[in-house]
């Protein structure tokens, strides 16, 4: 059987990968640091989880020690990742590495983690700019995109068969950041209302990890060097996205559609991106990729699954400085006595 090896398995698309590769009878091994974030389905289906951190040359040449056909690594984010990597994957048959459309850049330089939203005119092909490499702290708004472009160049100019994924906004279980909670925890809440600035028009291209796993099935299948865009074959808004969630989970809530001049701490949400931001995915089709389905349609398992996390206590917390802002319950009621008040006289 052909074997899988997956930096960072235990991730939403790491997950999402051994699942699909397991079902057409692949042989995976998965790194992570954390034995308890190990999936029990891909145990039970003789997954190998191996305790690794990524930094740590000798565990890796350890698990391949004896080749792969496929390497996939979800956590490569700096161009000292990338040359740890290069001499582990001459026995490798075909390599991917996960980059972000974050690398992306429009005429002002801006990009999806710029202070102000990038003006992006048209659906973005791999061979649109980027931003300049650089070693900056990957972890900054401005050293993330740069780094991996750093580690991109390094990986494509060691003539080895590495593929480039520049996926989008990720969702699926498994999220380490999962998005779609904001709405979800919403409904169990039951919420009479979801805010939504600039009336919910914003479009950031969602990125659903099964048609990404689906991508590098095929990408397996036909080994090279490239650079792929991954995104979903639709582009919800926030409204979109919205209603898709309470739709599945059956709520029924009012949708309160804000102006540019509302309140600024009124119905944020991560898909606020104006003028959209949109993945152009020909080329992933080109090669013979073919989606598992549209966001609509491969939300549902992360929905499920965060219902659960919810139920056992594991859910994201409001603490969390990601989710504190959108789900500020507070000036939303604030907004709605307002209202009740105003309707009133």
Known sequence: MPRAVILGGTGVLGRATARRLLAANWTIDLTGRDPARMPADLTAASARFHAADRHDSAALARILRNGADLLIDALCFTAADARQLIPLLHDVTSAVMLSSKAVYVDREGRHSNSASTPHFTFPIREDHPTMRPSNADYTSREGYGANKVAAEQALLDSSLPVTVIRASKFHGEGAARPREWMFVK???????????????????????????????????????????????????????????????????????????????????????????????????????????????????????????AARAGRAPTTDDPFFAPLLDYAAEDRYLSRAARGASR
């Open 186 to 308: 919403r409904v169990l809440d039951r919420r009479p209302a979801v805010f939504l600035t600039h009336r919910g028009a914003g479009t950031d291209h969602t990125t659903a990890a099964v048609n990404t796993a689906a991508l590098i099935e095929r990408i397996a299948a036909v080994p090279g060097q490239r650079v792929l865009n991954s995104a979903d074959p639709d582009s919800p808004s926030g409204l979109e996205i919205a209603r898709t969630i309470a739709g599945y989970l059956d709520h029924a809530w009012d949708e309160i559609l804000l102006n540019a001049d509302a309140e600024p701490d009124l119905g944020q949400h991560p898909w606020d991106a104006r003028p959209p931001i949109i993945l152009d995915t020909s080329a992933s089709l080109d090669l013979g990729y073919v989606p598992i389905g549209s966001y609509a349609q491969t939300v549902p398992a992360e929905l499920d699954w965060l219902v659960d």
